[in-house]
């Protein structure tokens, strides 16, 4: 999907490695015009400077600076765009080993083949692999930046959410790796919908799928029902993120609570997990049906999990904000856990 987004702040930032290399090649495209006009005022310091009756009327040595600062933006800008296209084949480096390592639990032939691709890149030129492992390891080390400084209830949230960070680096949790459940059970909880609609189509862009997360107030997951001609039916879940950062409130009435998130950054089974099981069921999907997942947060641990281990098919998931370290009619449902429905 494509569309407008706007990124106010995260940590790791695609790039559009299509368009730096159109920029690559216009760069490379005015370098021609730089050297004709250097050698056009080279051409006239020759003129003048032949020519007495000229050379008293035109500063020579101005005219000659000029056309030697002409010549070092030329190689500025020549270089600049060797610079911009050796870094666009870096980042496709780096996208393309991330791809391939999502591929190889699913398709071993189409990673063997992304491998290979890249490989040939890197044999292409020794600068694109040095440059895309400097590119991984400043965002490894880089990538819990800012974490401190964004909404954080009177200084609370940040050293919780810093400690979390260190622990899942040093400790490994917060990772889902191939074949990982939940361990567990659910405390119970309940489902109610909240609000019905019927969208008419669904979202033409990742800014539009990202804007149908729940916003009705109470409700954290939205399911859409999608029936084709042939009359199979696929979902679509978008959830929403931890809403209640209490401490003092974990494990109350709120699922997307601090205590999920600490139940599933540690790979125990979570009241949000169970909810949006229950809201999916709720919704009419079966065991082996289609389910595509959009997750915001605490939720992109759920969508992860959604797909390793849920009896149902999902080949998407979109998440943003997720914790684990691997990774991208309708009916709104809100749910109650732990205590009755109020």
């Not at 696929?234 to 494990?251: E, K, M, P, W």
């Not at 289609?290 to 080949?315: N, W």
Request: aromatic share 4%.
């Amino acid at each position: 999907m494509s569309g407008e987004l706007e990124i106010d702040h995260g940590g790791a930032i695609a790039v559009d490695t299509d368009q730096l290399r159109d920029v690559g090649a216009r760069m490379a495209a005015i370098v021609s015009h730089y050297d004709e006009a250097r050698a056009a005022i080279e051409s006239a310091y020759a003129v003048i400077d032949a020519t007495p009756a000229l050379r008293e009327h035109v500063d020579t040595a101005a005219l000659r600076v000029s056309g030697e600062r002409v010549r070092a933006l030329s190689t500025e800008i020549e270089e600049a765009s060797a610079g911009t296209l050796l870094m666009a084949d870096a980042f496709e480096v780096v996208e393309l080993r991330a791809e391939a390592e999502a591929l190889a639990v699913t398709d071993s032939a189409a990673a063997q083949a992304l491998q290979a691709r890249i490989d040939r890149m890197v044999a292409a030129d020794e600068r694109i692999g040095k440059m895309a492992d400097w590119l991984v390891a400043g965002w490894k080390l880089e990538r819990f930046e800012g974490l401190g400084s964004q909404w954080n209830m009177g200084g609370l949230l940040p050293p919780i959410f810093l400690a979390g960070a260190l622990v899942g680096v040093t400790a490994g949790v917060g990772k889902v790796l191939p074949g990982m459940t939940l361990k567990g059970e659910s405390e119970p909880v309940r489902v109610t919908p909240v609000k019905s609609s019927a969208p008419a189509a669904p979202p033409a862009s990742l800014k539009g799928a990202l804007g149908r997360m729940p916003s009705t107030p109470g409700a954290q997951i939205a399911v859409e029902k999608a029936t084709m001609a042939d009359g199979s039916t696929s979902y679509t879940a978008y959830i929403v993120g931890t809403q209640n950062f209490a401490l003092n409130d974990a494990g109350g009435a709120e699922p997307w609570d601090m205590k999920s998130n600490a139940e599933l950054y540690t790979g125990e089974m979570s009241a949000s997990y169970q909810a949006t099981l229950d809201a999916l069921a709720a919704a009419g999907a079966k065991p082996g049906d289609r389910v595509d997942v959009f997750g915001h947060s605490q939720a992109g641990m759920i969508a992860t999990h959604l797909a390793m281990e849920s009896d149902y098919e999902v080949p998407l998931v979109v998440t943003a904000g997720s914790p684990p370290s691997r990774h991208w009619a309708m009916t709104r449902c809100s749910s109650s856990s732990r205590t009755p429905t109020t």
